[in-house]
């Protein structure tokens, strides 16, 4: 009894086959998918109704290599668990797509370095770098400025690393209008929540936050430093500051440095079965600040703007500015802000 005959895979379309049943030659194929390159529009229009009919696309790892443009963009990141990072990449990669652009996202980590990134970037042949980190290590911009002149532009950061241009929200003006508020609402004891350390970049959030306090007579009665941004190092930075500090001499308000940990010291204020005793402020705007069970009052970045700049930036034309980018955010009244009695 014989076997079944084995179905062959559908062969590939190819070019060639586009071009041989056009009547053209696979260059002028080539160029009919090129946006700008010269082409008759009859022939065009002839070509691109072949190729629909075979279900032919152009190779684009193969154009890249006689254009030498991958249209591909590094996304640098190192804290993936912050959720306002997952909404920044969400519109960093549709206004990537929306210009002709893919991303390559490379998640920099002990385990992962950023030589190792690099290499990786260096051998797709991407376009351009954006940096949507925390820590911008000195060889990621040695390597991408010095060594391989990838363009490199910092997103939702400062750095003052001359030559790099960034696109930030104004971290300052916006610390300056939280003290504000906390002052206003007769907050005396004042502290604020840090997120991990960073180098050669900056938020500038605590420093207005310091300046707004202080113009008005006020220190920070303390500041409470976390490892990551995550809800859990939230959390766990309150409860150790409640259980080392008597309840006389407690903050009335903190400012957390992002909403996922303003959600974990509220989250630590329930299980000390102190809810809405201290009065707390976010950064970011992110889906979870407007549920009811937090009601957080936070600072909106104006992402898509910011993401439109970052992007004209890293594919400057003899219009875009040279300049780096501080766009102001606006204040977002909820709930938490107000200290119950």
């Not at 591909?72 to 652009?101: C, F, H, I, K, W």
């Not at 206003?184 to 997120?195: L, S």
């Not at 903050?251 to 009065?279: P, R, S, T, Y």
């Amino acid at each position: 009894m014989s076997a079944a005959p084995v179905d062959k895979p559908p062969k590939k379309v190819t070019a060639s086959d586009v071009a041989n049943q056009a009547g053209v030659s696979k260059w002028t194929v080539s160029r009919a998918f090129t946006d700008g390159a010269s082409v008759a529009p009859k022939v065009r229009e002839s070509i691109l109704a072949v190729a629909k009919q075979l279900g032919y696309t152009p190779n684009l790892l193969a154009r890249s290599l006689s254009t030498r443009r991958s249209n591909l963009v590094a996304l640098v990141v190192d804290e993936l668990a912050n959720p306002n990072l997952l909404r920044m990449l969400s519109e960093t990669t549709r206004q990537l797509q929306a210009r002709g652009y893919s991303a390559m996202l490379l998640n920099i980590s002990q385990e992962y370095s950023p030589q190792a990134a690099l290499r990786l970037a260096d051998q797709f042949q991407v376009d351009g770098i954006m940096f949507l980190g925390t820590t911008l290590k000195s060889e990621l911009v040695h390597l991408a400025q010095n060594i391989k002149h990838i363009p490199l532009v910092v997103l939702m950061r400062n750095t003052g690393q001359a030559g790099i241009p960034f696109v930030s929200t104004d971290g300052f003006a916006a610390g300056v209008e939280i003290a504000e508020l906390f002052l206003d609402q007769g907050h005396q004891r004042i502290a604020y929540m840090a997120g991990p350390m960073s180098e050669r970049t900056e938020l500038r959030r605590q420093e207005g936050f310091r300046h707004g306090l202080h113009s008005r007579g006020v220190a920070p009665c303390a500041v409470l430093e976390t490892a990551h941004y995550s809800r859990q190092e939230g959390m766990q930075a309150l409860l150790r500051y409640l259980e080392s500090t008597p309840r006389s001499e407690r903050m009335e308000a903190v400012f957390c440095e992002n909403d996922i940990l303003a959600i974990g010291a509220m989250d630590a204020l329930v299980l000390a079965n102190a809810a809405g005793k201290i009065a707390i402020v976010g950064f970011d705007d992110i889906e979870l600040a407007a549920s009811p069970s937090y009601a957080l009052t936070t600072y909106r970045q104006p992402v898509d703007h910011l993401v439109a700049e970052g992007i004209r930036r890293m594919f400057p034309d003899e219009k875009t500015p040279q300049d780096s980018v501080l766009a102001p955010g606006a204040l977002v009244l909820r709930a938490s802000h107000r200290r119950q009695s």
